[in-house]
């Protein structure tokens, strides 16, 4: 009979040989390791993490003041006492991967852990790190083992990591991971058993100490309804409750902006009165927080008008954009293209960030046209800096041309070895703040976090504009869905029902409106009347992911739309059409959030 650690041993050569091999092929050639694994290597490979080095990002001081660290500390200090003796390590992180807290009494394993920096404050995401029981776990969402050479970090080879994510039992989305570390030549697949069922009873004292939570929050919500007769909204993380008259005074992105002030307060854990700025009035908010035995539970908010309410089921739509010519309505977009054009009415350089997609070259072009339409824009792609050699010049031309306004796009892709001549030709221009031919400079970008070599540029910009995402203003879809059909059918028209724009209306939209065009796009080529219809949309605007989606994800989520579709929502023709098992299309279905209309 083998021996069982000669067999670990010889499994382990086995896994490193896989390794060496996929990591050699320019495609990641398929190996013989475990499914997960193999497919955790590849996303780590279109990640482009190092392999040879473990390289961890630091993100701070843990956050233990929460509902999780407060909850599964006792859990923890149980199971910690149970390994006393035995070289493993118990370590909370969140859903990002990043370390809460972490206890061993092994002195070696310690100081390996440390070596690696597997300790609170750093993240252990597998975006930053790779194949590991944290960050695979979490990815994957479910209990994970990552054994020695399994790692795809060299740094990690000798540790073996058994990950087991923690669910919010209300809400079912995953908030936390317990992990046991061990060394790779003592693991044992009872320690997965181990950490799955410590990640249970978490749960379970969560749903116990919610029950309490939500009562308290429910509490004070029906006593400041009682005491105020004002609009009052209550929420945590779990929940969200409004009385009659913040439901008929307060519309959606009124309602968001509550939210996010209750947030602010939950996370402070103290009262604040304010006043904001809703869509069709001012209003003093009273935040309260609410507490239970088991700790905050959320928190209650009374709106006091300065003036006599609106009623929004009768009140006029709001107005459109602040500048001509972009749709939207929303107060988040005109309050942002608001401070877009007196920015660029300053004369200074604007700076425009948001995500790819989001209205920032649109946003560019509008405040153009609105104060100098009578002046050229010429707008320079930073994309193409890195292989056109004219580029540069270009610019210098447009610059000394002073014909209007020079737009720089997507500065974050400007290669670093460009900047110091860059910035000579813009300086003369951020400095020159008057009339006359001095041209107006505006630039986007994605972000401000650019590192080294990029602080001078940005410092150029007197003003910069943060241009939200279209997920944050999902309002302004009823004014930019007609404008994108205008614009793709011009002669013949054609518009959304009302069910189609329920779906949109619930897309993240990743991609933004760039995203939102190309649905559109894909519907009305498949529209057969001038009424767009659900199953004219693409099959992704009919399932709401909860996180961002691989390709291969993507397709698979289309392929079971389409699927339902044919069959009209049978699912178990759907999985034969599909060749898969009732168990599993019924778990993607989930996975993926497939809503098909009835």
């Given at each position: 009979?083998?021996?069982?650690?000669?067999?670990?041993?010889?499994?382990?050569?086995?896994?490193?040989e896989?390794?060496?091999h996929?990591l050699?092929?320019?495609q990641?050639a398929?190996?013989?390791?475990r499914?997960a694994?193999?497919?955790?290597?590849?996303?780590?490979?279109?990640?482009n993490?190092?392999?040879d080095r473990v390289?961890?990002?630091?993100v701070g001081s843990?956050?233990?003041?929460t509902p999780?660290?407060?909850?599964a500390?006792?859990?923890?200090?149980?199971l910690?006492?149970l390994?006393?003796?035995?070289?493993v390590?118990?370590i909370?992180?969140?859903?990002?991967?990043?370390?809460?807290?972490?206890?061993?009494?092994?002195t070696a394993?310690e100081?390996k852990?440390?070596q690696?920096?597997?300790a609170?404050g750093?993240?252990?995401a597998?975006?930053?790190?790779?194949?590991n029981?944290?960050?695979?776990?979490?990815?994957?969402?479910?209990?994970v083992a990552?054994i020695?050479?399994?790692?795809?970090a060299?740094?990690?080879?000798?540790?073996?990591?058994f990950?087991a994510?923690?669910?919010?039992p209300?809400?079912h989305?995953?908030?936390g991971?317990?992990?046991l570390?061990t060394w790779?030549r003592t693991?044992t697949?009872?320690?997965?058993a181990?950490?799955?069922?410590t990640?249970?009873c978490i749960?379970?004292?969560l749903?116990a100490?919610a029950?309490?939570?939500?009562?308290?929050?429910?509490r004070?919500?029906?006593?400041?309804?009682?005491?105020?007769?004002?609009p009052?909204?209550?929420?945590?993380?779990?929940?969200?409750?409004?009385?009659?008259?913040?439901?008929?005074?307060?519309?959606?992105?009124d309602?968001s902006?509550?939210l996010?002030q209750?947030a602010?307060t939950?996370?402070?854990?103290?009262?604040?009165t304010?006043?904001?700025e809703?869509?069709?009035?001012?209003a003093?908010?009273?935040?309260t927080?609410?507490?239970?035995?088991?700790?905050?539970a959320?928190?209650?908010v009374?709106?006091?008008?300065?003036a006599?309410?609106?009623?929004?089921?009768?009140?006029p739509?709001?107005?459109?954009?602040?500048?001509p010519?972009?749709?939207?309505?929303?107060l988040?977009?005109?309050?942002?293209?608001r401070d877009?054009l007196?920015?660029?009415q300053?004369?200074g350089?604007?700076?425009?960030?948001?995500?790819?997609?989001?209205?920032k070259?649109?946003?560019a072009?509008?405040?153009h046209?609105y104060?100098?339409?009578?002046?050229?824009v010429?707008?320079f792609d930073?994309?193409?800096a890195?292989?056109a050699?004219?580029w540069l010049?270009?610019?210098r031309?447009?610059?000394?041309?002073?014909r209007?306004?020079?737009?720089l796009?997507?500065?974050d892709?400007?290669?670093t070895?460009i900047?110091p001549?860059?910035?000579?030709?813009?300086?003369?221009v951020?400095?020159?703040t008057?009339?006359?031919s001095?041209?107006?400079?505006v630039?986007?970008?994605r972000?401000?976090?650019?590192?080294?070599?990029?602080d001078?540029?940005l410092?150029?910009?007197a003003?910069?504009?943060?241009?939200?995402p279209?997920?944050?203003?999902?309002?302004?879809?009823r004014?930019i869905?007609?404008?994108?059909?205008?614009?793709?059918?011009?002669r013949?028209p054609v518009r959304?029902?009302p069910?189609?724009?329920n779906?949109?209306l619930?897309?993240r939209?990743?991609?933004?409106v760039?995203?939102?065009?190309?649905?559109?796009?894909?519907?009305?080529?498949?529209?057969?009347s001038?009424v767009?219809?659900?199953q004219d949309?693409?099959?992704?605007?009919?399932?709401v992911?909860?996180?961002?989606l691989t390709?291969?994800?993507?397709?698979?989520?289309?392929?079971?739309?389409n699927?339902?579709?044919?069959?009209?929502?049978?699912k178990?023709a759907?999985?034969?059409?599909?060749?898969m098992?009732?168990?599993?299309?019924y778990?993607?279905?989930?996975?993926?959030a497939?809503?098909?209309?009835?």
């Open positions: 009979m083998e021996h069982p650690r000669r067999h670990r041993v010889a499994a382990q050569r086995l896994v490193a896989a390794r060496a996929f050699a092929s320019e990641g398929a190996v013989d390791v499914a694994i193999l497919d955790s290597w590849r996303r780590c490979q279109d990640w993490v190092s392999a390289e961890v990002r630091y843990a956050n233990l003041d999780l660290v407060e909850i500390r006792p859990q923890l200090d149980q910690a006492d390994l006393s003796g035995e070289p390590s118990v909370l992180t969140d859903l990002d991967g990043v370390v809460l807290g972490r206890s061993t009494d092994d394993l100081r852990l440390d690696v920096n597997l609170p750093f993240a252990y597998e975006r930053d790190v790779g194949t029981g944290i960050g695979t776990a979490l990815q994957r969402n479910s209990t990552v020695g050479n399994e790692h795809y060299d740094g990690l080879a000798n540790l073996a990591c990950g994510p923690i669910r919010n209300v809400s989305k995953t908030i991971l317990l992990d570390t790779h693991a697949p009872l320690l997965a181990l950490a799955a069922k990640a249970t749960e379970k004292t749903l100490a029950g309490q939570r939500e009562l308290a929050l429910l004070q919500y029906h006593a400041t309804c009682r005491r105020t007769g004002l009052v909204l209550a929420t945590n993380n779990d929940v969200m409750m409004m009385n009659e008259a913040a439901r008929l005074t307060l519309g959606p992105e309602q902006l509550l996010a209750a602010d939950i996370e402070s854990g103290r009262p604040r304010l006043l904001v809703l869509t069709d009035n001012v003093q908010l009273e935040c927080p609410a507490w239970s035995e088991s700790g905050l959320g928190c209650v009374a709106v006091r008008f300065d006599p309410v609106v009623d929004l089921g009768t009140a739509r709001r107005g459109p954009s602040a500048v010519g972009l749709a939207g309505s929303s988040t977009w005109k309050r942002c293209c877009a007196r920015g660029y300053d004369g350089p604007l700076l425009l960030v948001g995500e790819p997609g989001a209205g070259l649109a946003i072009n509008a405040v046209r104060h100098a339409p009578e002046r050229f010429d707008v930073a994309g193409a890195a292989t050699d004219s010049h270009n610019v031309v447009a610059l000394s041309a002073g209007g306004t020079v737009v796009r997507r500065i892709l400007l290669p070895e900047l001549n860059l910035l000579a030709e813009l300086r003369p951020a400095q020159h008057g009339g006359g001095a041209p107006r400079l630039a986007t970008t972000t401000t976090d650019l590192g080294p070599g990029f001078e540029l410092d150029l910009f003003v910069t504009v943060a241009v939200s279209l997920r944050h203003r999902p309002d302004d879809l004014d869905v007609p404008v994108l059909l205008t614009r793709l059918r011009p013949d959304c029902s069910q189609a724009m779906y949109l619930r897309g939209w990743p991609g933004n760039t995203e939102l065009q190309a649905a559109l796009s894909s519907a009305v080529q498949k529209c057969r001038g767009i219809e659900p949309l693409p099959p992704g605007c009919r399932a992911s909860r996180c961002m390709p291969l994800e993507s397709l698979e989520r289309d392929a079971i739309v699927s339902l579709t044919a069959t009209n929502g049978d178990l759907a999985a034969k059409e599909l060749h098992s009732r168990a599993t299309i778990r993607k279905i989930r996975r993926y497939i809503d098909l209309v009835r």
